[in-house]
T-cell receptor, first 114, second 112 residues
Framework: ETGVTQSPTHLIKTRGQQVTLRCSSQSGHNTVSWYQQALGQGPQFIFQ???????GRGNFPPRFSGLQFPNYSSELNVNALELDDSALYLCASSFKTGSHNEQFFGPGTRLTVL | ELKVEQNPLFLSMQEGKNYTIYCNYS?????LYWYRQDPGKSLESLFVLLSNGAVKQEGRLMASLDTKARLSTLHITAAVHDLSATYFCAVDPPGNTGKLIFGQGTTLQVKP
């Protein structure tokens, strides 16, 4: 069973640029959630995709967008990068059940905006 | 808006000692998760607590959930250096959404 993978591992961009981060979910999982973790903070929920549809969004502006593909992999896109977007971006996959949504996290992508 | 608060935020302790990390949250939920994060690494799932009174144990760590008090605890017994890490609690808002709200994290440093 393959775990959650993310690419790239590290990324350096400049203000105003656009970035795409990728996530492959764990085998058998149908839900992907994205989180932003600033240095020294807890992860903050960005949005969630379930069966290729956005299924809830946290307090992030529209320049944060995403996609989920038929194989349940996902992308996070950020336009017009700002310095404050520098963070660790974590993808988590899960299989929605009636009881709970235990999420398994990928290794993360460290984004630095200069 | 659901808020999750952990305390303490930093804990330095000697090997062999016991201590407890507290996680308080502001609205009703009966699904709480504990994660461990090593420096520069991702989150590792430790415990899933799904009902009032739930208690889970793994090695020197034990987690419990009191949904009426909106409180979870992570108890460390006879700490060892390998437990040094940052520990996060995360609460699933009502409705089983999976849109986790995390606490600020507790950084545990275990000294020999």
């Amino acid at each position: 069973e393959t775990g959650v993978t993310q690419s790239p591992t590290h990324l350096i961009k400049t203000r105003g640029q656009q970035v795409t981060l990728r996530c492959s979910s764990q085998s058998g999982h149908n839900t992907v959630s994205w989180y932003q973790q600033a240095l020294g903070q807890g992860p903050q929920f960005i949005f969630q995709y379930y069966r290729e549809e956005e299924n809830g969004r946290g307090n992030f502006p529209p320049r944060f967008s995403g996609l989920q593909f038929p194989n349940y992999s996902s992308e996070l896109n950020v336009n017009a990068l700002e310095l404050d977007d520098s963070a660790l971006y974590l993808c988590a996959s899960s299989f929605k059940t009636g009881s709970h949504n235990e999420q398994f996290f990928g290794p993360g992508t460290r984004l630095t905006v200069l | 808006e659901l808020k999750v608060e952990q305390n303490p935020l930093f804990l330095s302790m000697q090997e062999g000692k016991n201590y407890t990390i507290y996680c308080n949250y502001s609205t009703t939920s009966d699904r709480l998760y504990w994660y461990r994060q090593d420096p520069g690494k991702s989150l590792e799932s430790l415990f899933v607590l799904l009902s009032n009174g739930a208690v889970k144990q793994e090695g020197r760590l034990m987690a419990s959930l009191d949904t009426k008090a909106r409180l979870s605890t992570l108890h460390i017994t006879a700490a060892v250096h390998d437990l040094s890490a940052t520990y996060f609690c995360a609460v699933d808002p009502p409705g089983n959404t999976g849109k986790l709200i995390f606490g600020q994290g507790t950084t545990l440093q275990v000294k020999p």
